[in-house]
């Protein structure tokens, strides 16, 4: 049986979570409310303070989906309590980012700015010049357009000039060598 798919779910005061029926769940919360129309075969029921998903058979993918269905409804219920947040750094000389009204503006090393605008449902922030905040309350929309940022300017392994996630790892080359010619 999946490991991560019978750990129950704990649901804090203060959440309201509602199945209806083909488990289009609603989970309501001091930060917001998320609505997720999951996987029809899985039954999702509520104990007191808890979420138990359970699946109807050994199937490899009714297995797949009995982990994946009790990760993001996890992900729902830590999202309307505490929210998601993704941190980016910015390297390198006259690379910097700031916010114009609700527009991030990004100067990337291009003749031009680099401009975007938030989706619905996050925020943007620039507390220095060399690092963006991006938060919600939907994990795959952070993440999501966190990535997108990203890939505006992908970090190079040379001098790691560009965009890293604030916790990423970039793995240094060495340059050429001069040689004999």
């Excluded at 209806?20 to 919360?29: D, S, Y």
């Excluded at 699946?55 to 999202?79: C, I, Q, W």
């Excluded at 001098?159 to 040689?179: F, H, M, P, S, V």
């Amino acid at each position: 049986m999946s490991r991560i798919g019978r750990a129950p779910i704990e649901v804090p005061n203060g959440v309201t979570v509602t199945i209806a029926e083909g488990n289009v769940v609603t989970v309501k919360g001091p930060k917001g409310e998320l609505t997720k129309n999951l996987h029809s075969d899985m039954t999702i029921k509520q104990e007191g303070n808890e979420l138990i998903v359970t699946r109807p058979s050994e199937n490899k993918n009714h297995r797949a989906l009995h982990g994946l269905t009790r990760s993001l409804l996890n992900n729902m219920v830590v999202g309307v309590t505490n929210g998601y947040e993704k941190v980016l750094e910015v390297n390198g000389v006259g690379y910097r980012a700031q916010m114009e009204g609700k527009n991030l503006v990004m100067n990337l090393g291009f003749s031009h700015n680099v401009v975007m605008e938030p989706v619905d449902g996050i925020t943007i922030a620039c507390p220095t010049p060399n690092q963006i905040v991006i938060s919600g309350i939907d994990k795959q929309v952070v993440g999501e357009f966190a990535a997108v940022v990203r890939k505006k300017r992908p970090p190079e392994p040379y001098k790691g000039k560009g965009i890293k996630y604030a916790d990423e790892y970039i793995r240094r080359k060495e340059g050429k060598t001069g040689g004999k010619k």
